[in-house]
């Protein structure tokens, strides 16, 4: 689904031309907002999720969330709230 009806073009996604030069094992990425303690910036890994960046050490459906993004030129998604907790 488009947000905008205008035409645009697109070029390739940076995580799949990775995958394609076989410098990633899948075509995905996920970021860390908050990065691994109070001295880490935010960050975006390329790939399969990092499990050493997760308190637990495992990744898993309560760990991370899985998004449907949109083909579109900013890479939305249909969120309709999020929440970030201590518990």
Do not use: C, H
């Amino acid at each position: 689904m488009r947000l905008s009806t205008a035409e645009m073009e697109v070029g390739p996604l940076f995580a799949n031309e990775l995958f394609k030069a076989n410098n990633i094992p899948t075509p995905s990425f996920s970021f860390g907002f908050t990065g691994m303690s109070d001295n880490e910036a935010s960050f975006v890994d390329f790939g399969e999720p990092d499990a050493n960046r997760v308190a637990t050490g495992a990744i898993s459906s309560r760990t991370a969330v899985t998004l449907d993004i949109y083909d579109d030129f900013f890479w939305s998604a249909g969120l309709q709230a999020i929440k970030f907790s201590t518990d």
